[in-house]
């Protein structure tokens, strides 16, 4: 089945960078389109970026553009999420995502915390 399992997330003070990492497993991942979402303290999820099969064209929200890099190796069917100069408005919980067969599937997330 597929699975989805989200790593690199913690507290990071203002202006600081993180790493997100997502194993994928499950399904034929050179094949998908994956994405990043995020869900902030009462907020709804959103879009965050997104990269396409099989070039690798990158799509990223308004408000993290310039700051964050989404990138994948399938070779080892890893999706990443370098994000540079955070800030505490970026507090949320990343969720890795698949579209797959009309279904999303999502990781776990996890949390990351910017202090100001």
């Known amino acids: 089945q597929v699975q989805l399992v989200e790593s690199g997330g913690g507290l990071v003070q203002s202006g600081g960078s993180l790493r997100l990492s997502c194993a994928a497993s499950?399904?034929?991942?050179?094949?998908?389109?994956m994405n990043w979402y995020r869900q902030g303290p009462g907020k709804e999820r959103e879009l965050v970026a997104t990269?396409?099969?099989?070039?690798?064209?990158?799509n990223y929200a308004d408000s993290v553009k310039g700051r964050f890099t989404i990138s994948r190796d399938n070779a080892l069917n890893q999706l990443y999420l370098q994000m540079n100069s955070l800030k505490p408005e970026d507090t949320a919980v990343y969720y890795c995502?698949?579209?797959?067969?009309?279904?999303?599937?999502w990781g776990q997330g996890t949390q990351v915390t910017v202090s100001s």
């Open positions: 990269i396409t099969r099989p070039h690798g064209t990158t």
């Open positions: 499950g399904f034929t991942f050179s094949a998908y389109t």
């Open positions: 995502n698949v579209k797959r067969m009309g279904r999303n599937y």
